[in-house]
């Protein structure tokens, strides 16, 4: 199964700042990498496709970058809602395995 | 209206089974494959296996093979995650996701259940 590395595994921040999490893949899978959101008690939120396609109806707010191996997610202007736990998927091959998470806090 | 709908929680000893099912509705059944995934109490997300609605074809994640049935009811448009011989590290919560046909992300996903297994 291809490996997910997410750094870091917690974040801290303020309203209105801007912030940038890694996702790394044991091998090459191109762009076929996805970002979820997920709040307290709710189920997973797609955010983010094929390393950089904003999921319909997701905040132009939420961007992502990468290829290969290599992946950020960057929110800028952060909202209070945006502090959760994200999540991100490698879609090039099955299973679809995520990693860690990084948990975003004030 | 696209939607998952899944069973409500449950409360097994060790040894049992638990069936928990997902129901999709709002879109064609048979066109996106299922998946399951599964979060531990304060845990990421692991997945547990996914089943192809077209042909029934179910993939186990390494660890369940001989416990997991993932198994459908297409005329109900329901697919179903049964556990056997419950352990209490099953304790978790289980979603159903859907992925997308092409864009290959789940786009759509179940509430959870959460399913725990204590003595």
């Known amino acids: 199964d291809i490996q997910v590395t997410q750094s870091p595994s917690s974040l801290s921040a303020s309203v209105g700042d801007r912030v940038t999490m890694t996702c790394r893949a044991s091998?090459?899978?191109?762009?076929?990498l996805n970002w979820y959101q997920q709040r307290p008690g709710k189920a997973p939120k797609a955010l983010i496709y094929?390393?950089?396609n904003l999921q319909s109806g997701v905040p132009s707010r939420f961007s992502g970058s990468g290829s290969g191996a290599e992946f950020t997610l960057t929110i800028s202007d952060l909202q209070p809602e945006d502090f959760a736990t994200y999540y991100c998927?490698?879609?090039?091959?099955?299973?679809?395995?995520f990693g860690r998470g990084t948990r975003l806090d004030i | 209206q696209e939607q998952l709908v899944q069973s409500g929680s449950d409360l097994k000893r060790p040894g049992a089974s638990v069936k928990v099912s997902c129901r999709a509705s709002?879109?064609?059944?048979?066109?996106?494959?299922i998946y399951w995934v599964r979060q531990a109490p304060g845990q990421g997300l692991e997945w547990v296996g996914w089943?192809?609605?077209?042909?029934?074809?179910?993939t186990y994640a390494q660890g369940f093979t001989g416990r997991l049935v993932l198994s459908l009811d297409t005329s109900a448009t329901t697919s179903h995650l049964q556990i056997n011989s419950l352990k209490t590290e099953d304790t978790a919560t289980y979603y159903c996701?859907?992925?997308?046909?092409?864009?290959?992300?789940?786009?759509?996903w179940g509430q959870g259940t959460v399913v725990s297994v204590s003595s």
């Open positions: 094929g390393a950089s």
């Open positions: 089943i192809n609605t077209a042909n029934g074809n179910p």
């Open positions: 091998e090459r899978i191109s762009t076929y």
């Open positions: 998927q490698q879609s090039y091959r099955k299973p679809r395995t």
């Open positions: 996701a859907r992925e997308h046909l092409t864009d290959n992300v789940f786009d759509l």
């Open positions: 709002g879109y064609p059944f048979t066109t996106h494959a």
